[in-house]
């Protein structure tokens, strides 16, 4: 077969393997994005471990093949779980994790890893997500602070910010917060790192406040109830009601009843988003207080919208209150209150 292939007219030849990896490999940054490292990374493991793609394309630009892709898993895998990023390399190119040319599963061997340790070490508990959450869980896992920035930005400027929280930043929250909650104390580094770099990039895509004109609605505002410390969902409906136009005042975690009620009396909002977390700290009482608080002349009081946020309010009946079943649609109501 080889024989009468070489006979044929040039234009039919098999095209140079340079050629092939130019056109089927996967460049630098497809490849960080994929496995949740920095494409900086991926040039230091090259340069100082030769965990680098076989084929280059011209001589000089990096071109990755399924192949050298699998063995940047096993690197990845083995640097997640402890191994020393030599020792990974090592244990990486001789064949752990990579596919090899021989007729052995796939499945098996890419679960390969390092000898007297679990091959379960290090991984989140992450099920049925897109792949963007893998990647963004194991840059937390080594505490790949660059990867981890660089895997949310672009989660946000691909998918835009309802599909980026909801999608990719919670499930890698909740995999991690599992993590921890099974672990003992372990991984609490993790999920500092995770959350810091959330929250920066939530604030990053988080307009100024404008100046409201005389008669606009009033401001949207977002606490967190007394003992609630969870703010990062109340950044992520901030980000998108500024994206939108709509004016917003965050109060930020655990904010007292006073304090609150102070808040609503002075500028009037239009509505009043209160997150509760756990069912500890939902309190009716204090919503129901918060809607009923007034400002204004006698005869023309108004009162605030209540949307009650967060699973600690769940089961639980909140009469002429708002329950909204996740980012999009808090932000298509409370968009709708900022314009009455």
Do not use: F
């Not at 890893?113 to 997500?129: E, H, M, N, T, W």
């Not at 904010?255 to 102070?262: G, H, N, W």
């Amino acid at each position: 077969m080889a024989e009468s292939t070489a006979g044929k007219a040039p234009q039919t030849r098999p095209a140079p393997p340079a050629a092939r990896a130019a056109d089927t490999g996967l460049t630098t940054g497809a490849v960080a994005r994929r496995l949740g490292v920095s494409p900086t990374t991926l040039r230091s493991w090259d340069s100082r471990y030769g965990i680098g793609p076989e084929v280059r394309a011209d001589g000089r630009h990096r071109r990755w093949s399924a192949r050298d892709v699998a063995m940047l898993e096993a690197m990845c895998r083995l640097t997640s779980a402890g191994v020393p990023p030599g020792e990974a390399a090592r244990v990486a190119k001789g064949g752990a994790g990579v596919p090899p040319q021989s007729t052995e599963p796939a499945g098996r061997t890419r679960d390969r890893a390092a000898p007297g340790r679990s091959r379960a070490a290090g991984s989140l508990p992450l099920g049925d997500v897109r792949q963007e959450c893998r990647g963004l869980a194991r840059a937390a896992v080594r505490l790949d602070a660059p990867a981890v920035e660089e895997q949310l930005v672009s989660a946000v400027e691909e998918h835009g910010l309802v599909v980026a929280w909801q999608e990719v930043m919670v499930p890698t929250l909740h995999a991690v917060g599992r993590k921890w909650a099974s672990s003992g104390d372990r991984y609490v580094e993790v999920e500092h790192l995770l959350s810091w770099h959330v929250s920066t990039t939530l604030r990053r895509y988080t307009r100024p406040p404008a100046p409201q004109g005389a008669g606009a609605a009033g401001p949207v505002l977002l606490a967190c109830v007394p003992g609630e410390q969870h703010t990062l969902p109340l950044e992520a409906l901030n980000a998108g009601l500024t994206g939108l136009g709509v004016a917003t005042r965050m109060l930020g975690a655990a904010v007292p009843v006073e304090a609150l009620t102070a808040a609503v009396q002075r500028l009037g909002p239009s509505a009043v988003v209160l997150w509760a977390q756990a069912r500890s700290t939902a309190s009716l009482p204090l919503a129901r207080h918060v809607a009923g608080t007034q400002w204004g002349v006698k005869g023309a009081r108004r009162q605030p919208l209540v949307m009650l946020g967060g699973p600690g309010w769940a089961g639980r009946a909140a009469r002429g209150m708002l329950r909204p079943t996740g980012l999009g649609d808090a932000l298509d109501t409370l968009a709708g209150a900022g314009a009455r």
